[in-house]
């Protein structure tokens, strides 16, 4: 959405185009307004910031939940490569001394 903000500084009063969210549009709407509490105001900012860091906090846990996943996906399979080859010394012995090495 494209909104005009009105600023002063040291000078005349400017008009600049930019773009903005409807919701901190409607913050900033609100802000000048003088009957609306500052407080309130920064609650709003509080919980916006809070439901950033929790979207993010989720989303880095859920890579290192992937990641992890994959880690003992691949300890799985190098365990299970060692135990398929394993051979133990007492079946070969068996198998020298003419006897059947049963799996």
């Not at 500084?9 to 900033?28: A, C, D, K, L, N």
């Amino acid at each position: 959405m494209l909104a005009f903000r009105e600023s002063r500084v040291g000078g005349p009063t400017v008009r600049t185009g930019e773009f903005t969210s409807g919701i901190s549009e409607q913050f900033h709407a609100r802000a000048r307004d003088p009957h609306f509490s500052r407080s309130l105001l920064r609650c709003a900012n509080f919980l916006l910031q809070n439901c950033a860091i929790q979207r993010n906090a989720m989303r880095i846990s859920l890579v290192l939940l992937s990641s992890e996943k994959h880690a003992a996906q691949c300890r799985e399979k190098l365990r299970k490569s060692f135990s398929l080859n394993y051979k133990s010394a007492a079946l070969d012995q068996l198998s020298y001394a003419g006897a059947r090495a049963e799996k």
